[in-house]
């Protein structure tokens, strides 16, 4: 959807509050249908000022109302601050909901979640009272402080855009630093000075590369310089904070510009290392690719691949795609002739993804499915290899390339052929067809050996009967020589491999 910002819009930046005319219709009905979906609001609205208090709506529910953004990915969280102290949010708000958290209330904020039964739609609300935090320059954390007008919270906000609030009921448009006209602009700047704000929470400089990814916004001059002059901070944030944003980065839309200026900045260097050391040296005869950017642009075609999955955003696909290849650095070599190598480059890409994803405090099966996708990534130049030779893999090569894939097998499909950047028209799609044809053989055999629950012939029930042993280490041994036998030959059948096994039995020293 368009957005329905007009270049023209722009309110002066030092009026606390923009008056029905500085909105345009379709602005003004962007935050109308907001509270259309969100009636929720106005109730909420109606029992704090009934108790003496202010409510205003604020953060990205308004931003994305004026960006036109309603429908992507549908809101469900909303945030507002208040004039009430957290006491008396948290007693209001047990009378608006049976679901309230106070799991932030040293810090002003109250939450709740409330059934809106017209819509089925759950809320997930959070109230916050005006803050006016001052942070030490060594904490995490603030020192908190409440305040007492909504334009002093708002300036304690991260950007502009999100500095912007309506006061409910009365629909009062609040934009004290010029949100609107950077909204429309899409500029990305701070309402207090940059160094003041990424001094207060060092994490918003990764937001702001989050917001160049999700908005397509455009850093102002002087936040760039900011990020880059204090781009060491972001180390007294928590490993847990970092991981989040760099997941929300990468399941934007377009995470490249994001990533830019993660680099450009000099933050990547502390919370992705991997990423900048991939800006390898060209050498003098140019005789291998810009890593980095190889890599961007195979993470933009995964991207463009996963339809194929059954879920998108997914975040697995586009960190093996990022990451694919940063082994290289530590695995370079230059040969004879000015050839450069980077030999197990995919082994060691893999252990250093295992290790950073780790830190980041990534779940585990993230980090396992990441690593094992980065291990496997070379595997089908192979059967490429073989087939321009008018060769190609046997049945048992297909089904160990299977096997080895697991549940992984279409990210492994998705990140081979994203891999593919050659400017070699004639060899992409040589490359292009031979992956046809694997994944072609691949259904051939999956119809009919149901390959993708490769397993012997025989379970280990049954191979306890036959070799009258009780579970143990050979029971193990057994079932892994018979599931080679399976790779290698196909199904055998019940009695084949019954032969199979007794034989194997035959040849274990006792």
Partial sequence: MPSPLPASAQPSSGDATVPPGGLDEVQQESLAALLRLTPVADRLAGLFVDAGHTLFLVGGSVRDALLGRLGAGG?????????????????????????????????????????????????????????????????????????????????????????????????????????????????????????????????????????????????APDVVMAMEAMSDRIAIVSAERVRDELSKLLLADHPRPGLDLLVGTGLAAHVLPELPALQLEVDEHHRHKDVYEHSLTVLDQAIELEPRLPARPDLVNRLAALLHDIGKPRTRQFEAGGKVSFHHHDVVGAKMARKRLTALRYPGDVVKAVSELIALHLRFHGYGAGVAEGGGWTDSAVRRYVRDAGDELERLHILTRADCTTRNRARAARLSAAYDDLEERIAVLAEEEELGALRPDLDGNAIMEILGVGPGRVVGQAYAHLLERRIDDGPLGPERAREELLAWWERQPR
């Fill in 75 to 219: 809101v469900t969280d909303l945030d507002f601050t208040t004039s009430a102290r957290p006491d008396d949010i948290e007693a209001l708000l047990r009378r608006f909901s049976p679901a309230v958290w106070t799991i932030g209330k040293e810090f002003g904020t109250v939450g709740c979640q409330v059934l809106d039964e017209a819509t089925g739609t759950t809320w997930v609300v959070e109230v916050t009272t005006f803050r006016s935090d001052a942070y030490d320059a060594d904490s995490r954390k603030p020192a908190v402080a409440f305040g007492d007008t909504v334009e002093g919270d708002l300036l304690r906000r991260d950007f502009t855009v999100n500095a912007m609030a309506l006061e409910l009921p009365s629909r009062r448009f609040v934009d004290p630093y010029g949100g609107l006209r950077h909204l429309a602009r899409k500029i990305l700047m701070t309402p207090a000075e940059p160094e003041e704000s990424f001094s207060d929470d060092p994490l918003r400089m990764m937001r702001a590369a989050r917001f160049a990814a999700q908005l397509g916004m455009v850093p």
